[in-house]
């Protein structure tokens, strides 16, 4: 199983089942694709939010969260639960900046492999099977980031086609099943971040496989704050503590096991040009 940063953050916050917004400072966590199931998530779950809650000094277990696989369910528990920080989908965000209030990203998470704080996502074929995008026109596409289709045609392909229209969507949770696709001829290509590109080194399929399209570098899955649940210097708090986590005695630890290299500041200024792409 392909880990990711993302991934063991999503799988921790899948082991939430006491009732809604029982402590003092809830996540809402939205990111889909990857996989993960309500076991694997006990030890993440316990790792980041007592982390979190230790070197901000609140009292113990005062952090608390709810995950969500479905964008629309996502969105209807922010707007009626008013939660005060979030881990969420670049998709989601945008969603969100398009109304108003925007949430305030905060940070983003650089993982493994990651030198920078942006992200790219890849269009991969087998060697030689196609030459252009243009070739993809009306074939099969394996991917578990085929959530939001208007974000991949507005955001990552720039505009340059409709997702929705131009391929045969084969949509999937599991970030290995579409590399097991393309090898058995069930799709023609395959739409990758970059935790899978990394990781698809390692794959028997691997190097067959060449990149078609990449896209712009992007923002990552942003942590956001609420504004109508949180206080300035409550806010200000956490981003110094994301910030500083995976530096610290008692946060390295936990970062690595998280596979989380660290937290870089972010703000909505980040995501200015794919906001006007998303929203226009």
């Not at 409550?234 to 500083?244: G, I």
Request: some cysteine; glycine content about 6%.
């Amino acid at each position: 199983m392909i880990r990711t940063p993302i991934r063991c953050l999503t799988v921790a916050l899948l082991l939430v089942t006491r009732p809604a917004w029982s402590a003092a400072h809830e996540f809402v966590v939205y990111t889909p694709g990857m996989g993960g199931t309500r076991e694997q998530a006990r030890p993440f779950l316990e790792l980041f939010f007592r982390a979190v809650e230790g070197q901000l000094g609140w009292k113990p277990k005062s952090v608390d969260g709810q995950f969500f696989e479905d964008a629309h369910q996502a969105r209807e528990f922010i707007e009626k639960n008013h939660p005060a920080y979030g881990l969420i989908a670049p998709s989601l965000y945008l969603e969100l900046a398009c109304a108003k209030p925007a949430p305030e990203p905060i940070a983003s998470i650089v993982g493994l492999g990651h030198s920078s704080g942006s992200v790219r996502y890849y269009l991969m074929v087998k060697d030689g099977a196609f030459k252009t995008l243009e070739d993809l026109r009306g074939k099969r596409l394996s991917s578990n980031h085929l959530m939001n289709p208007k974000f991949l045609s507005r955001v990552v392909f720039a505009g340059k086609i409709d997702v929705a229209s131009f391929f045969q969507l084969l949509a999937t949770n599991s970030p290995v099943k579409p590399f097991k696709a393309l090898d058995r001829g069930e799709a023609e290509a395959v739409l990758i971040d970059e935790a899978q590109f990394e990781n698809m080194k390692s794959l028997p399929i691997g190097a067959s496989l060449r990149v078609l399209f990449s896209s712009s570098p992007l923002p990552p899955s942003p942590v956001v704050a609420f504004g109508r649940s949180v206080q300035p210097a409550e806010r200000d708090a956490v981003k110094k503590t994301l910030a500083a986590l995976c530096s610290s005695p008692t946060g390295a630890p936990v970062c690595r096991e998280l596979q989380i290299v660290r937290f870089d500041p972010l703000d909505a200024a980040a995501y200015r040009p794919a906001v006007q792409q998303y929203c226009k």
